[in-house]
């Protein structure tokens, strides 16, 4: 796979008929490793490792109902107080991050309502923090750590 923009992390992998698989340890089962899974592990390493978010109150890919469509979010994670923190939508390294993509993730928000944004393809990364009142984002350096 592909070298990507986070620190260097350890994975458990598994071959299982040809098939990769990369050990996720918030659904805490292998799953099948294509680019995209790829940035997610890494992403979800980051926020655990680097940013000091709590594993349990991370959630990934779950189904959520926007504008009666089913879709699927990435990472979130909540608040000790069951509110959204954080949506991060991840893309595979190849796919170029345009202003679709942050269309997608403030459709989401629609539903969810996290405080911050973070949309990656493991080589760059945008983070954002939303204006409730003004009904736009802001972007921002990086994500801030937890904060308990």
């Known amino acids: ?18 098939k990769i698989s990369i050990f ?9 490793l294509q680019p995209e899974e790829w940035v997610r592990q890494h992403c979800v390493q980051y926020l655990i490792h680097n940013k000091g978010y709590p ?9 959520l109902t926007v504008n009666t469509l089913k879709k699927r979010y990435d990472i979130v994670v909540y608040n000790s107080n069951g509110s959204i923190h954080l949506i991060v939508e991840c893309k595979a390294p190849k796919i170029v991050i345009n202003q679709d993509t942050f269309d997608q993730i403030a459709r989401y928000n629609l539903e969810l ?3 911050y944004l973070m949309v990656t393809n493991g080589l760059n990364h945008y983070y954002c923090q939303m204006d409730f009142e003004n009904e736009q984002y802001n972007f921002l350096r990086e994500i801030p750590d937890f904060s308990r």
Do not use: W
């Open 1 to 18: 796979m592909q070298e990507l923009n986070f620190p260097k992390f350890s994975f458990r992998f598994k071959n299982n008929e040809n």
């Open 24 to 32: 996720d340890s918030i659904r805490k089962k292998f799953v099948i």
């Open 55 to 63: 594993k349990s109150l991370i959630n990934v890919e779950k189904e």
């Open 113 to 115: 309502n996290a405080t």
